[in-house]
């Protein structure tokens, strides 16, 4: 079994920043991509970003140039430093792994969630 556990979401005011990170434990043999998806209010989940085990990344092109996503791998932990946050960055933000365990057994992982709010 494998959990993903989410931190450092809350309120910020716009043009502010956070930095949210993510570790995985549990049966792991190998954790393939590692990203954020975020979920607003009355709207369906989205991709945020994404970070190969390699370290390349791609983002959607609203937070392109604002959010940073990047990993550690020797800790299991992805981060998300989001900056120039703005009123439509308020979502709960996911995380996501794609992950092999001890016993090669594929499983897409999903986190708890976090909340992000941007407001004055």
């Known amino acids: 079994q494998v959990q993903l556990v989410e931190s450092g979401g809350g309120l910020v005011q716009p043009g502010g920043s956070l930095r949210l990170s993510c570790t995985a434990s549990?049966?792991?043999?190998?954790?393939?991509?590692m990203g954020w998806y975020r979920q607003a209010p009355g709207k369906q989940r989205e991709l945020v970003a994404t970070?190969?085990?390699?370290?390349?990344?791609d983002y959607a092109d609203s937070v392109k140039g604002r959010f940073t996503n990047s990993r550690d791998n020797a800790k299991n932990t992805v981060f998300l430093q989001m900056n120039s946050l703005k009123p439509e960055d308020t979502a709960v933000y996911y995380c996501?792994?794609?992950?092999?365990?001890?016993?090669?057994?594929?499983?897409?992982?999903w986190g708890q969630g976090t909340l992000v709010t941007v407001s004055l």
């Open positions: 996501n792994a794609g992950v092999y365990t001890l016993v090669y057994r594929y499983l897409e992982v």
């Open positions: 970070v190969t085990s390699g370290g390349s990344t």
């Open positions: 549990g049966s792991i043999l190998k954790i393939l991509d």
